[in-house]
């Protein structure tokens, strides 16, 4: 338990930073992005690659992880530039696949589905378990509010007001002289990287990758959480990653109090208790448990 603890704060700094970033694409801009788990895993590869083959340091390698990432993230949304909604949605969900498929029969590059070992960690080794968990969990969490105190203020920005303008109305927002393209392709960009990043991250933390490690159930978590917690608001996307792991890690001791199901039913147990929180929370509170805030202009005389 003294282990599993910090490790299980560690994932959900992970579950955060990827909130966090799904915030600024869909919570902001409106753009939906159901390939998270793609930028995810490229974030992973590319600082896996860089440090274990190439023996660049850490810190470079999450550095260009994250900046790799962006750029394909710029890409995608230029590529998807016409697309809304469902159609956005399908785009998005095919590359992750494109990217878990890669990754798997990609030998030369990415090991396939043998995966990538001895990812170094800081002081892995020197250190104990415990210690290096803790150590970790600390590195996730320090970025964790880094990147939420940045975007908590690219959010109340001139930056942040043209992105809700868009998600509101971008033919509004394009009429009234703003550059909707570039940025939608700069939320993008700026998501993707920090997707990238917890990848890096994760790889990092973990010490091995694999292609089976980065399905889509890792999106559909993310969404959960942003949607759970509050989407457009950073401190909703914390909260909401914060809740869907302590609801999917806690329930795990529930087999403890159930010694007379087997192991099938007791997951199908775990996963209805899950399923029937969330719907729980969003039903008392449909906009999230921090949600956005209305922004509107008092036009009253004073």
């Known amino acids: 338990m003294a282990n599993y603890l910090p490790a299980m704060a560690a994932f959900a700094g992970f579950y955060a930073l990827m ?12 753009m939906v992005n159901l390939g998270l788990v793609g930028f995810f895993a490229i974030g992973a590869y590319v600082s896996a690659l860089l440090t274990v083959s190439l023996h660049w340091p850490m810190l470079a ?55 990538i070992s001895a990812i170094p960690g800081p002081w892995r080794g020197e250190v104990s378990p415990f210690a290096f968990n803790l150590i970790f969990a600390a590195i ?9 105190l940045l975007f908590g203020r690219l959010s109340n920005a001139p930056f942040g007001r043209v992105l809700r303008a868009i998600r509101e109305d971008e033919m509004i927002a394009a009429v009234a002289g703003k550059p909707v393209l570039a940025f939608k392709v700069q939320a993008f960009a700026l998501g993707a990287g920090v997707l990238g990043l917890a990848g890096a991250l994760y790889a990092h933390y973990n010490a091995y990758i694999a292609p089976d490690g980065f399905q889509p159930l890792i999106t559909i978590y993310v969404v959960l959480a942003l949607t759970a917690g509050g989407t457009g608001t950073m401190r909703g996307a914390i909260l909401g990653a914060i809740l869907v792991m ?6 795990r001791f529930l087999g403890a109090a159930m010694a007379g199901l087997k192991p099938v039913q007791i997951a199908a147990v ?6 029937a929180t969330l719907i729980l929370v969003l039903y008392i509170r449909p906009q999230g448990i921090l949600p956005e805030r209305p922004r509107t202009l008092n036009l009253e005389p004073r």
């Not at 992880?65 to 998005?92: E, H, N, P, Q, W």
């Not at 302590?246 to 329930?251: M, N, Q, Y």
């Not at 775990?270 to 399923?275: K, M, S, Y």
């Open 19 to 30: 909130a966090l970033g799904l915030n600024l694409i869909f919570g902001l801009a409106g």
């Open 270 to 275: 775990r996963e209805g208790l899950i399923g």
């Open 61 to 115: 390698g999450w550095a260009v992880a994250a900046l790799f990432s962006a750029a394909c993230g710029a890409v995608v949304a230029v590529i998807t530039a016409r697309l809304k909604g469902d159609y956005l949605a399908i785009v998005t969900l095919g590359f992750a696949e494109v990217i878990r498929l890669i990754a798997s029969n990609e030998l030369w590059l990415t090991g396939g589905t043998t995966g």
């Open 140 to 148: 996730v969490w320090i970025t964790v509010c880094i990147v939420g």
């Open 246 to 251: 302590f609801l999917t890690e806690g329930t």
